[in-house]
């Protein structure tokens, strides 16, 4: 048992209480005109009061008797430390934490409207670099396997985006198509009839009895009538040929007069290297519109989903397009490293004036102009109708589309 010291309270005590007292009276009792009423007596207090002794050492408790084994528990194969840390092994183990995934990439399918050539340069370039990536998108570059194929696709949703030309839009919609003009690559025309120069063509009047190749329904359909038709040259004064890809080889070895192209800034030297002189009839020359010579067109029924991602695209080109405008010849050896098959020297001849018709700006759209090609068109009965603008290209970036 702990000893205790026998201490004895008097005046302290009496004092201690009085404080309690005064501070327990209500404050109307402590004015001055009300007297204060205390005891008769002083209070005391008789009695002991014990207080601990800390010099004695606390008492041991009694040990707790040990717990009985579990019976049969080595038969059973209980390991009896299993509620014992081990201590080799750290209680809390410090890691770098796992490295955050990446969010997914946002592909993006675009056909080609054509085999490679210098006018895809923006796209191909931008395809093989890092940026697509660093904005969040993949994508895929495919070439089709005939010229009228990536529209065809693109109606079916088999591919996201086309490449194509503003005449050649302009006919589809007239046949109730999907495609949207989303992007513009080159704005300026690509498409001419190239013809032998030992004809002695001076123009479209000259035309009837010749043989003439192409490639594409717009280059049947749209060009080569707007070509002769002014001149009072029936259709079937002037006999087609329909030769796919191959323009410079079935004019060589078909002996073709001339050949309505999407690619006269490539053809004549094609053909020149083959040994055949031409002369190139540009479309414009001839009263066709001025107009975009090579897009990038959406299926109209799935461009919402599609905004965002071709808005980052564009954005993508436009910076490609400026950098191989400032750094031409870096951009070519570029370009022939990622596409070997665009070095020949055809393509190279051709380089510097490509770069001039590739469009600095491709997500800029020109209202009027497809506005007044679409006139032309109808006017000249070369579609049945006229659609209005929503239904032909969109700006993908403006604000209410």
Do not use: C
């Not at 992007?183 to 000259?206: C, I, N, Q, W």
């Amino acid at each position: 048992m702990p000893s205790f010291r026998h201490q004895r309270f008097g005046a302290s005590l009496y004092l201690a209480l009085g404080l309690l007292v005064l501070q327990a009276t209500p404050s109307a009792m402590l004015r001055a005109d009300v007297p204060l009423e205390l005891p008769p007596e002083p209070l005391t207090l008789d009695g002991d009061v014990l207080v601990p002794s800390l010099d004695a050492p606390p008492a041991q408790a009694p040990p707790s008797p040990a717990p009985e084994a579990a019976p049969d528990s080595a038969e059973n194969g209980a390991d009896d430390t299993l509620d014992e840390p081990d201590p080799t092994v750290p209680s809390v183990i410090h890691v770098p934490p796992e490295p955050l995934s990446p969010p997914p990439l946002e592909p993006l399918t675009i056909m080609l409207d054509w085999y490679p050539s210098p006018h895809h340069a923006a796209l191909l370039l931008a395809a093989g670099s890092d940026l697509p990536r660093r904005e969040g998108l993949a994508l895929e570059v495919r070439t089709p396997a005939d010229p009228g194929a990536p529209l065809r696709l693109l109606e079916a949703n088999l591919v996201d985006l086309a490449l194509t030309h503003q005449l050649q839009l302009h006919l589809q919609v007239d046949h109730g198509k999907s495609a949207i003009r989303v992007g513009t690559l080159s704005d300026t025309p690509l498409a001419g009839l190239v013809v032998r120069d030992s004809l002695g063509v001076d123009g479209p009047e000259d035309l009837a009895g010749l043989t003439l190749g192409y490639a594409t329904e717009v280059a049947r359909d749209i060009l080569l009538p707007a070509l002769i038709e002014p001149q009072g040259i029936a259709e079937d004064e002037v006999h087609l040929v329909e030769t796919g890809f191959a323009l410079a080889t079935v004019m060589a070895e078909q002996a073709l007069d001339g050949m309505v192209t999407p690619l006269r800034l490539t053809l004549p030297r094609q053909l020149a290297d083959r040994g055949i002189s031409t002369r190139l009839l540009s479309a414009e020359e001839y009263g066709i519109p001025f107009h975009d010579g090579l897009i990038l067109a959406a299926n109209r029924d799935h461009l919402a989903r599609l905004r965002e991602p071709i808005m980052e695209l564009l954005d993508i080109l436009r910076d490609t397009t400026l950098w191989m405008i400032e750094h031409p010849e870096t951009a070519w050896e570029t370009l022939v490293r990622l596409e070997p098959t665009l070095d020949t020297p055809a393509n190279r001849a051709a380089w510097n004036t490509t770069l001039m018709r590739l469009s600095a700006q491709p997500a800029a759209l020109d209202s009027r102009r497809y506005r007044r090609l679409e006139a032309y068109l109808h006017e000249n009965g070369l579609i049945e109708s006229i659609s209005p603008l929503d239904q032909l290209a969109v700006d993908v970036g403006a604000q209410g589309d």
